[in-house]
């Protein structure tokens, strides 16, 4: 369940890496965005000391120390409530574009459908093109959950848009089967 009060327990990663190559840089920032660490400049990143994150810092230290760089995590909190509230808010304003962009998604996968509907293409190769669709939708869903650690205001949207992308994909498949256990002279 999402906390609403400021969380003042978070970690800290300094991390510094090689220029060269720029491949363990980038697996290293892919870990931390996965998990949802805010930039706070070049190397420095922040997390709430929550279980979910423990596993993806592990992973960026473990690339960092693969890559002769070097990692530092801080236990950190904010020095007022204020502080930890600002904290918070930066950090639920980054979930929040996580969520846009999942409800975007969402439009598209919706548009997607409603277009073979129109073109009436009902086949099984399509159906399982949009199934895969809507499970991609299913598995950013739960990760984008699992890392909204506070609750931001567009998750309950969220949720009811994939619920409504699901009901739309079985009206799909519905009409895919439908369309392929039609006879011949049941076209006419």
């Not at 129109?118 to 399982?128: D, I, P, S, Y």
């Not at 009901?167 to 519905?174: F, G, L, R, S």
Request: charged share 30%; glycine share 4%; with cysteine.
């Amino acid at each position: 369940m999402p906390n609403s009060e400021p969380e003042s327990r978070w970690l800290l990663l300094v991390i510094k890496l090689p220029a060269e190559p720029s491949r363990h840089r980038v697996a290293v920032w892919r870990e931390l965005r996965k998990i949802g660490a805010l930039s706070l400049g070049q190397g420095v990143w922040a997390v709430p000391d929550v279980p979910v994150c423990a596993d993806g810092i592990a992973r960026a230290i473990t690339l960092t120390e693969q890559a002769d760089g070097q990692a530092v995590t801080l236990n950190a909190s904010g020095r007022s409530p204020e502080d930890a509230a600002r904290f918070q808010a930066l950090f639920t304003a980054a979930r929040s574009c996580d969520w846009t962009e999942f409800l975007a998604d969402c439009g598209k996968f919706e548009k997607e459908l409603a277009k073979e509907i129109r073109n009436q293409k009902f086949t099984l190769a399509e159906l399982e093109e949009e199934e895969q669709s809507l499970e991609r939708l299913r598995r950013w869903h739960r990760d984008l959950t699992a890392r909204d650690v506070f609750g931001a205001p567009e998750a309950a949207e969220a949720t009811k848009r994939l619920k409504d992308c699901t009901t739309a994909c079985e009206d799909y498949a519905e009409r895919v089967f439908r369309a392929l256990h039609e006879r011949p002279e049941d076209q006419r």
